[in-house]
Nanobody
Framework: QVQLVESGGGLVQPGGSLKLSCAVS????????MGWYRQAPGKQRELVAA???????NYADSVKGRFTISRDNAKNTLYLQMTDLKPEDTAIYYC??????????WGQGTQVTVSS
C-alpha cells in the first residue's frame, strides 16, 4: 500500500515563500512521473507542477516562474518550492503520480493559505 504524506504548508503573506514536501512510502516514486496538485474551496483539483522519471518538469501557466518541482530519489520525496505566493495560490496541496487512472490513494494534503 502506497502512502503519500504531504507537509510544509502554512499561512504566509503575499510575496512569501514555502517549500512543500511529499514523502512516499510503499513504492519507489523515482520510477514514475509525479505531480503536485491543488484544490481550492469550491474548485476542482488541478495539476500545478509535474516531473517525469527523467526529471523533465512542466508547470501550469498560473505558477510558471514562481514554483519549482524537484525530487530526491534517495529519500523517496517530492518537493515544491513556492515563491512570490499570491492569494489565489491558497488551496490544499497534494502530490501523486502524474498519470490519469493510475494514481495512488490521495494523502491528506497540506494547507497553504496566502493572506495578509
Amino acid at each position: 500500500q502506497v502512502q503519500l504524506v504531504e507537509s510544509g504548508g502554512g499561512l504566509v503573506q503575499p510575496g512569501g515563500s514555502l517549500k512543500l514536501s511529499c514523502a512516499v512510502s510503499g513504492s519507489s516514486s523515482s520510477r514514475y512521473g509525479m505531480g503536485w496538485y491543488r484544490q481550492a474551496p469550491g474548485k476542482q483539483r488541478e495539476l500545478v507542477a509535474a516531473i517525469t522519471s527523467g526529471d523533465t518538469t512542466n508547470y501550469a501557466d498560473s505558477v510558471k516562474g514562481r514554483f519549482t518541482i524537484s525530487r530526491d530519489n534517495a529519500k523517496n520525496t517530492l518537493y515544491l518550492q513556492m515563491t512570490d505566493l499570491k492569494p489565489e495560490d491558497t488551496a490544499i496541496y497534494y502530490c501523486n503520480r502524474n498519470s490519469v487512472g493510475l494514481r495512488w490513494a490521495w494523502g491528506q494534503g497540506t494547507q497553504v493559505t496566502v493572506s495578509s
